[in-house]
């Protein structure tokens, strides 16, 4: 019935391939996907440190609720990001630092709350990786409904069971499942550019002659007067 399922994980991105994505930066990630996929500037790394990077386990609640969050917990695998469409509604914390050491415990990867959290001065102390959009003491309520492992989305970005999730201090990132090797090579790609662009800059020999030229195309003169 929808509105109260349990879904079962068709496919998940492998594990070689999430350790190939978790030194990349998510910025760079972000550029070759045409800078077109987000999951909200305000959904912020609440945790002191630490990247993510691991298949979702999704779950779509009911605001304030987190009945399903507790099960996603217990069905997960060692790596898995649990990402949670909460319809980003601050008015009841939908996991706290109980929630957190249990997920902890289990190896998930870490947490995206589309809603707010508690006891953020642990969570903010510590390493396993936290997102979330906001922050109040009020407590969830456990009722349902929900449903997990089915398509979510987090303003605009659609995640589906077993997508691959990134994130660093910059935000998170959703990689589709289908796109996420030739992300990858793209990624990989973008990163030693800007290895190459930093030695040029730290050597003072970056070329700058494509400013000029943009101002020129769209018919600006670049010389000041």
């Known amino acids: 019935m929808i509105g109260l399922q349990i879904c079962k994980r068709q496919r998940q991105v492998s594990e070689s391939l ?27 790394p609440m945790h002191g440190s630490g990247r993510l990077a691991g298949p979702a386990l999704t779950v779509k609640t009911r605001p304030g609720d987190n009945l399903m969050i507790h099960k996603a917990i217990a069905m997960a695998q060692p790596g898995d990001v649990i990402v949670v469409d909460g319809g980003g509604d601050l008015t009841n914390a939908l996991v706290g630092e109980l929630m957190v050491t249990n997920a902890s415990q289990r190896g998930v990867a870490g947490f995206v709350m589309n809603g707010a959290i508690r006891d953020v001065e642990t969570i903010a102390a510590g390493s396993f990786p ?9 407590g969830p309520y456990k009722d349902g409904p929900g449903e997990i492992n089915v398509p979510i989305a987090i303003d605009g970005m659609v995640i589906h069971p077993g997508d691959l999730i990134v994130g660093d201090a910059d935000g998170f990132l959703c990689v589709p499942y ?19 662009t930093m030695a040029a800059i730290n050597e003072g020999r970056l070329d700058i002659a494509w400013i000029d030229a943009a101002l020129k195309r769209i018919g600006c003169d670049p010389e000041p007067r």
């Open 18 to 44: 999430v350790d190939s994505f978790r030194a990349i930066p998510v910025a760079n990630i972000s550029d070759c996907m045409a800078r077109m996929t987000a999951g909200g500037a305000r959904l912020r």
């Open 178 to 196: 289908d796109d996420a090797e030739a992300v990858l090579r793209a990624a990989t790609e973008k990163v030693a550019a800007e290895t190459k």
């Open 130 to 138: 936290v997102y979330a959009a906001g922050v109040t003491h009020r």
